[in-house]
């Protein structure tokens, strides 16, 4: 697999300048086409009027705000990216994570972060990362807050023996046969041999890919799981994390916590999901 075609999205109410020089880095590293998208839409929180007539009018007047918005973020775009031939931009009046998951058809990766805390859960306005994971059909990249650049040189994998986790694999494998150490990471929970097993596995496949890869198996005991897989990540160095997102149900995971919920909202480390 290749990154031939990487898409950013980027959020109405942000700059756009910031991610997306995170994702020209990307582009460039991979000699890929960049595609900038957004999408917003209008909502209403007052009551209609008995007419409509002011009703139809604040629409009106928050989807042109909505379209200027775009059109800022487009000159934004090109103005920093450019406007050559592997440079395009898309932008949409409707539900952002809606619209990014049908567009996603465009590109090998998409490149998203964390929406910034006065915007995040308005569904009208960016994306929801969780329903983005789940309805792409693409591995999501995740930026890290400060935006630095992906170095990749060492990379953890969130091991476990689940169709997400080896979708995530294999989409990664980019990034994994540039880094100097890849280590897959998995918990043992109970019996150690199966998951030894399975972690084995998948270092002797990613070393046929010409991978220098290595397994580690944890006993956390009553530790958060979750939050020992970036710690680890963070003590040797890696700036990635790759994971298959939601092996659980959403719901269940929203519920009970999971790994995907954990990594999502830790934006220290630039995290790849795949489902």
Same mark, same amino acid.
């Given at each position: ?12 109410d942000t700059a ?129 807050? #400060?935006?630095?650049?992906? /170095?990749? $040189?060492?990379? &953890?994998? =969130?091991?476990? %023996? ?5 979708? !995530? ?25 199966t998951p030894r097993?399975?972690?084995? #596995?998948?270092?002797?496949? /990613?070393? $046929?890919?010409? &991978?220098? =890869?290595?397994? %580690? ?5 009553? !530790? ?33 916590g999971g790994m ?16």
């Amino acid at each position: 697999m290749a990154y031939n075609t990487i898409m950013v999205q980027l959020d109405v109410d942000t700059a756009a300048t910031p991610r997306l020089t995170f994702a020209m880095n990307l582009a460039r590293r991979f000699e890929a086409d960049l595609i900038g998208f957004a999408a917003a839409q209008a909502h209403m929180f007052v009551p209609p009027d008995d007419s409509g007539i002011v009703t139809a009018e604040m629409m009106r007047q928050r989807t042109d705000d909505i379209r200027e918005k775009l059109k800022a973020l487009k000159e934004e775009f090109l103005s920093v990216a450019g406007d050559g031939e592997h440079v395009s931009w898309r932008g949409e009046l409707g539900d952002p994570t809606q619209f990014l998951a049908i567009h996603a058809r465009a590109a090998d990766l998409l490149v998203t972060g964390t929406p910034a805390p006065d915007v995040a859960g308005d569904g009208g306005r960016t994306v929801d990362p969780g329903t983005l994971i789940l309805s792409a059909g693409r591995p999501v990249l995740f930026a890290s807050d #400060d935006l630095a650049p992906v /170095l990749a $040189r060492r990379v &953890v994998i =969130a091991w476990k %023996d689940t169709r997400e986790a080896r979708r !995530a694999v294999a989409d990664a494998m980019p990034f994994l046969t540039d880094a100097q150490e890849v280590s897959v990471i998995t918990i043992a929970e109970g019996d150690q041999k199966t998951p030894r097993e399975s972690a084995g #596995d998948v270092v002797r496949f /990613l070393m $046929r890919h010409g &991978v220098k =890869a290595g397994s %580690d198996v944890l006993g956390v005991g009553g !530790a958060n799981h979750e939050v020992a897989i970036a710690e680890i990540a963070r003590e040797t160095g890696a700036d990635l994390i790759v994971a298959g997102g939601y092996g659980h149900s959403r719901l269940r995971e929203w519920v009970f916590g999971g790994m995907t919920r954990s990594l999502l909202a830790d934006g220290s480390l630039n995290r790849l999901f795949s489902n």
